[in-house]
């Protein structure tokens, strides 16, 4: 039986609501706006090498819960989706000065095909966080992109702060915990693919400027050997 139902995800959100609405006071709502010249998921692109616009918005409480939204333009090979909306929900935990669990679930969602409506699945995700820079991490579906296969990702990254100026590693293995004839990444026995990323960053004025260099191991069959994006995001402090 799937571990990670909707009904599941749902009840998230809205513990996660109620635990903001709960501290309104020290609640903050931000949300933002911008555009990217490809949209590029787990080092897969996912806008077929064309400029994405992509807004979203994050609310937080001092309790740790937070929920949000957020949403990308869509352009794959093979369908005719023409957008990604995506709910996610979770709460940050403090253990110590240094260290910190993340720990929470996404919805994913996809829009344009109806014949693609099967794809959308929910995720959960566990993170340990120390001094808010080296992550270790890990995501798992029981049902990923409507395959009905399980699929889990394992995830190291580090980011370095300097002023307004942020430096991104980060590696993951994304894996298939079952694969078949029709369900791998490009061949009948690749169940799992690496990524690399390298992000150099700026954060100045409420803009948000960001180059990354995405590299996987994956096959011709999807469009994820070494993408570049640059982005330029807004951002609102609405409450």
Avoid: C
Avoid at 44 to 50: F, L, T, V, Y
Avoid at 96 to 108: H, I, N, Q
Avoid at 213 to 228: C, E, H, K, Q, V
């Amino acid at each position: 039986m799937p571990l990670f139902r909707a009904s599941a995800i749902r009840t998230l959100f809205a513990t996660a609501a109620l635990a903001i609405s709960a501290t309104s006071t020290h609640a903050e709502i931000n949300a933002d706006l911008g555009l990217s010249s490809e949209y590029v998921r787990d080092g897969i692109s996912q806008s077929g090498g064309n400029v994405a616009l992509q807004a979203g918005a994050t609310a937080t409480s001092n309790t740790g819960f937070y929920g949000g939204i957020w949403g990308s333009q869509v352009d794959r090979n093979g369908d005719k989706v023409q957008a990604e909306f995506d709910a996610f929900g979770g709460v940050y935990v403090p253990l110590s000065e240094r260290f910190a669990v993340d720990l929470g679930a996404t919805r994913y969602t996809f829009h344009g095909d109806m014949d693609r409506d099967g794809d959308n699945y929910n995720e959960a995700f566990a993170r340990i966080l120390f001094n808010d820079a080296l992550t270790l991490g890990t995501r798992y579906s029981d049902a990923y992109m409507g395959s009905n296969y399980a699929h889990r990702s394992l995830e190291l990254g580090y980011t370095m702060t300097r002023g307004t100026f942020s430096i991104e590693l980060f590696t993951a293995q994304h894996r298939y915990l079952e694969i078949d004839e029709n369900v791998n990444y490009g061949a009948e026995h690749q169940d799992d693919y690496w990524q690399f990323r390298v992000g150099v960053g700026r954060t100045y004025n409420k803009w948000d400027y960001r180059f990354v260099l995405d590299r996987t191991n994956l096959g011709s069959d999807y469009d994820a050997g070494t993408t570049i994006q640059f982005s330029v995001h807004r951002y609102f402090n609405i409450w």
